[in-house]
């Protein structure tokens, strides 16, 4: 009897096979002939060659779409099933301005007209600038972007980093080695990826430093090739950091730098690297540049006010 094997690697076997089952049971209805066994992370199935060959090509359509899309459901597996070809089903799933199926289906895009004019820049420009306060979806939108990247191997890997400011804290007091004083500090960051790619595949790619979160001081010496690289709370940088950053651009790389230039942590009399680059890079061609403002907030109805006022006190100083 004729076998094949199929492997699910970074994927969740419970997520791919379904509630109960449930999924791998959809199979089997629709494969009456094979012999089709789930255990572990593998999926066995025996019986006639051809019928084999059928199966093993709408498992892969079925494993590229899981993880495109991060779901899988009755629906999904029964247009991928009775689908006459890949062509025609992509066609039928496809989503317009989406820029990544995250965790659980969620779709995430650019929601206002500074963040679409972000992707659109990002998408003549190997180098963006995006500055706005916070809650405008910079770094959000931004690692989106990296991850559409990734999952359509227009890149290797991301990196993402920030420099290393303490905002009124002292990182030097808190526990633990230099990865777990840092961690709280790039949690929001982590929070991102979480939204977009499911947790097993997040950690491999971790693990494999396909995805790199890193403070700025690490990146010195490096070339950073065939990488989406996202630049973080950029208005914290200094002069020599910010060069030293920028000069790190490799063959293929995409560049992204948010910040906030309201929110400058340095220390009195230190320039802002942000600010300075946003005046140096203004003219160079392939240099992007967006504006976010309060228009783009999209947390608490409060935050725009919050902003507002304090924009308010600021113009009278």
């Given at each position: 009897m004729n076998e094949i094997i199929i492997e699910l690697t970074d994927i969740s076997p419970v997520d791919f096979f379904g509630l109960q089952n449930a999924n791998i049971d959809l199979l089997k209805k629709y494969f009456p002939k094979l012999k089709i066994v789930a255990r572990g992370t593998r999926i066995k199935a025996y019986g006639d060659e051809e019928e084999l060959t059928e199966f093993d090509k709408r498992m892969n359509m079925l494993l590229e779409h899981f993880v495109t899309y991060n779901k899988l459901d009755e629906n999904i597996m029964e247009?991928?099933?009775?689908?006459?070809?890949?062509?025609?089903?992509?066609?039928?799933?496809?989503?317009?301005?989406?820029l990544v199926h995250g965790v659980s289906g969620k779709l995430i895009k650019a929601q206002t007209a500074n963040q679409r004019k972000l992707v659109q820049l990002m998408g003549v420009n190997d180098m963006v600038f995006a500055v706005g306060p916070a809650g405008t979806g910079k770094t959000y939108t931004g690692v989106a972007l990296a991850v559409k990247a990734l999952k359509s191997k227009e890149v290797k890997r991301i990196i993402i980093t920030r420099p290393a400011v303490e905002a009124?804290?002292?990182l030097g007091f808190l526990p633990g080695d230099l990865k777990e004083k840092l961690d709280p500090y790039m949690q929001p960051l982590y929070?991102?990826?979480?939204?977009?790619?499911?947790?097993?595949?997040l950690e491999s790619y971790i693990e494999k430093e396909v995805i790199q979160i890193?403070?700025?001081?690490?990146?010195?010496?490096?070339?950073?090739?065939?990488?989406?690289?996202?630049?973080?709370?950029?208005?914290?940088?200094?002069?020599?950091?910010?060069?030293?950053?920028?000069?790190?651009?490799?063959?293929?790389?995409?560049?992204?730098?948010?910040?906030?230039?309201?929110?400058?942590?340095?220390?009195?009399?230190?320039?802002?690297?942000?600010?300075?680059?946003?005046?140096?890079?203004?003219?160079?061609?392939?240099?992007?540049?967006?504006?976010?403002?309060?228009?783009?907030?999209?947390?608490h109805r409060l935050v725009k006010k919050v902003i507002a006022?304090?924009?308010?006190i600021e113009n009278v100083d």
């Open positions: 247009r991928v099933l009775l689908s006459r070809s890949k062509d025609d089903y992509k066609t039928s799933v496809s989503s317009g301005d989406v009124g804290e002292n929070d991102a990826l979480r939204d977009m790619i499911p947790f097993e595949k890193a403070p700025l001081a690490f990146m010195r010496g490096r070339t950073l090739d065939n990488a989406f690289v996202i630049l973080d709370e950029a208005q914290n940088t200094t002069h020599a950091q910010m060069k030293m950053f920028l000069t790190r651009m490799g063959k293929n790389a995409k560049f992204m730098i948010t910040g906030d230039p309201g929110q400058i942590d340095l220390p009195r009399r230190v320039i802002s690297g942000l600010k300075e680059a946003l005046l140096v890079l203004k003219e160079v061609d392939g240099v992007g540049m967006v504006y976010l403002d309060d228009k783009d907030v999209l947390r006022a304090y924009k308010n």
